[in-house]
């Protein structure tokens, strides 16, 4: 992660964390980004220099204006204004990173095909947490090429108990043999 995606997270949790919508913000911009990078048509009108920047934000109104808060929209309009669009992904982690850690905790990002419920999440962060020995904060991200299981990762660590993993390395015995 590049020390720009990192300052522009600090600024961006500075000021959700003053406007009281921190909470809000740690939802939204990592659904936004994930939105984006998933979308290549979309990626590529917002990173494209021949497209007007009023465009560029008639878009990102039209994407979330009315369904994000107010900070979120403005936030995801300053970076596509800035053309660092292709960071956004690594501005939202280092958010999540960095608000985990104002709560003395290491951000545990787990990938699942399906939305986890709360017992779920509860299980989970105690797991991650004995098997860091951190303290742990869950934030679930719903990934369906995970197939089945879950993919966490804390920090450089990450542990995959997805199906996907294990369709994998079934493909490579038989490839092997």
């Not at 500075?14 to 913000?25: D, F, I, K, N, W």
């Not at 104002?102 to 419920?117: C, F, G, M, N, Y």
């Not at 017992?119 to 303290?135: N, P």
Request: charged letters at 30%; glycine letters at 8%.
């Amino acid at each position: 992660m590049s020390d720009r995606a990192a300052g522009y997270a600090a600024a961006i949790f500075e000021l959700a964390r003053a406007e009281g919508e921190l909470e809000r913000v740690e939802t939204e911009l990592p659904t936004v980004a994930r939105a984006i990078s998933a979308t290549p048509d979309l990626r590529s009108t917002l990173t494209d220099p021949q497209v007007p920047a009023e465009r560029k934000q008639g878009v990102i109104d039209d994407l979330i204006g009315g369904r994000a808060s107010h900070l979120t929209v403005g936030l995801v309009q300053l970076v596509v204004g800035l053309g660092r669009v292709a960071e956004l992904p690594d501005i939202a982690r280092s958010l999540l990173e960095t608000a985990a850690a104002s709560r003395e905790r290491a951000l545990a990002e787990v990938r699942s095909a399906v939305p986890l419920d709360e017992a779920t999440i509860e299980r989970l962060t105690k797991a991650l947490g004995e098997a860091t020995g951190r303290r742990v904060e869950v934030k679930v991200l719903v990934d369906p090429s995970v197939i089945g299981g879950v993919v966490a990762r804390i920090g450089d660590t990450v542990i995959d108990g997805s199906i996907s993993r294990k369709v994998e390395e079934l493909r490579q015995a038989v490839k092997s043999r």
